[in-house]
């Protein structure tokens, strides 16, 4: 099977712009998971979604916002964009059931955003 | 809640020795538990899991890590360490019942000749 892909690996945008990220999972991953990681915080989650529907969310502010389509591709998005944005953004995809079990998660090579 | 404690940040270590990496969790349902590796400028790969059954669980590539449930501890271990195993180790938690997967701080093993 074909590994968790993302698209753009690097991207540089400026303050106050917006950016938006791509996550295609493995085939029959119904569960994608977004994270940040950086120097100073380490990974943080931000939010996981299982069939289209939000289902976990972390503690980020509302301008990270995400979305996933009917064939388990998964996107996020930032708007307005500040200099602390600039991070490893991390897509991992998991098969998971219905129930909201999490098991293993298998990780994309991350978007590597700078923002200045 | 779901806690994940690594109480290492950075462990250094000589080729050919052995290592620990230490893990903690506190959660009131079942857990599951998994370790992490992350080599520089890659996304994390899955080390090795325990999900149930034997309490000893093992990698490929030599690593091995106990679930202890009465220290709530999940600590990772290899006998003999080589270069390449250089990078950052995660711990993670994951439960039932619709909880997220929850990530230790990292420990970064520095491998030295």
Request: net charge positive; glycine share 8%; charged share 15%.
């Amino acid at each position: 099977k074909a590994g968790v892909t993302q698209t753009p690996r690097y991207l540089i945008k400026t303050r106050g712009q917006q950016v938006t990220l791509s996550c295609s999972p493995i085939s029959g991953h119904r569960s994608v998971s977004w994270y940040q990681q950086t120097p100073g915080q380490g990974l943080q989650f931000l939010f996981e979604y299982f069939s289209e529907t939000q289902r976990n969310k972390g503690n980020f502010p509302g301008r990270f916002s995400g979305r996933q389509f009917s064939n388990s591709r998964s996107e996020m998005n930032v708007s307005t964009l500040e200099l602390g944005d600039s991070a490893l953004y991390l897509c991992a995809s998991s098969w998971a059931p219905r129930t909201g079990t999490s098991y293993e998660q298998y990780f994309g090579p991350g978007t590597r955003l700078t923002v200045t | 809640a779901q806690s994940v404690t690594q109480l290492d940040s950075q462990v250094p270590v000589f080729e050919e020795a052995p290592v620990e990496l230490r893990c903690n969790y506190s959660s009131s349902v079942s857990v599951y538990l998994f370790w992490y590796v992350q080599y520089p400028n890659q996304g994390l790969q899955l080390l090795l899991k325990y999900l149930s059954g034997s309490t000893l669980v093992e990698s490929i590539n030599g690593f091995e890590a106990e679930f202890n449930k009465s220290q709530t501890s999940f600590h990772l271990r290899k006998p003999s360490v080589h270069i390449s195993d250089t990078a950052e180790y995660f711990c993670a938690v994951s439960g039932s019942g619709g909880f997220k997967t929850i990530f230790g701080a990292g420990t970064r093993l520095f491998v030295k000749a």
